[in-house]
């Protein structure tokens, strides 16, 4: 079974810090990848989607992917508390998701 | 705006009882999953469709059927409700991948569904 693992958190940091999130998946012939945020309570919704390698930057979100070493990860910059969620993370079409990290960001 | 809509946001059964799960997308997304969500489980998928009349099993679909009559209306059956089917239950679709992010999925509200 294809599987997609992240560590479950919860991730706790200071407002303005920068939170680090990761994912390993097991596929080696994942090719499209996807970061979800969901709000308590509320469905995912997409933050980004990366399918090269190395980094893509979308404002304060930075999604880093390592086809080689199965690795993707989400950095949050200058983190605020309006980001504090569940971060998901999806390999491929078919969309096997992450367990999801908890992030607080405390003011 | 993609519109996913699902058809109660909370339903309460009994045991035994056939649930059925409306899911509507008006985007015209050939791709359309019925995902649920436990905690510290994350979502699971529970069946896929590519295509109105295809179904695929998903990771979990012991207990639960399919039916994609049109393209738009993806059903999730449960043909005898059980107390461990109590969960929070998201539809999704998508168009297929095209490797510029069209694969990306858009959620409905979710149905919170407790079996008793």
């Known amino acids: 079974q294809k599987e997609v693992e992240q560590n479950s958190g919860p991730l706790s940091v200071p407002e303005g810090a920068i939170a680090s999130l990761n994912c390993t998946y097991s596929d080696r012939g994942s090719q499209s990848f996807f970061w979800y945020r969901q709000y308590s309570g509320k469905s995912p919704e997409l933050i980004m989607f990366i399918y090269s390698n190395g980094d893509k930057e979308d404002g304060r979100f930075t999604a880093q992917l390592n086809k080689a070493s199965q690795y993707v990860s989400l950095l949050i910059r200058d983190s605020q508390p309006s980001d504090s969620a569940t971060y998901l993370c999806?390999?491929?079409?078919?969309?096997?998701f992450g367990a999801g990290t908890r992030l607080t960001v405390k003011p | 705006d993609v519109k996913v809509t699902q058809s109660s946001r909370y339903l309460v059964k009994r045991t035994g009882e056939k649930v059925f799960l409306e899911c509507v997308q008006d985007m015209d997304h050939e791709n359309m999953f019925w995902y649920r969500q436990d905690p510290g489980l994350g979502l699971r998928l529970i069946y896929f469709?590519?295509?109105?009349?295809?179904?695929e099993k998903g990771d979990i679909p012991e207990g639960y059927s399919v039916s994609r009559e049109k393209k738009e209306r993806f059903s999730l059956i449960l043909e005898s409700a059980s107390t461990n089917q109590t969960s929070m239950y998201l539809c999704?679709?998508?168009?297929?991948?095209?490797?510029?992010?069209?694969?990306?999925?858009?959620f409905g509200p979710g149905t919170r569904l407790t079996v008793l």
């Open positions: 999806a390999v491929n079409g078919d969309m096997r």
């Open positions: 999704a679709s998508s168009y297929p991948s095209g490797g510029d992010g069209t694969d990306t999925q858009y």
């Open positions: 469709s590519y295509d109105v009349k295809m179904k």
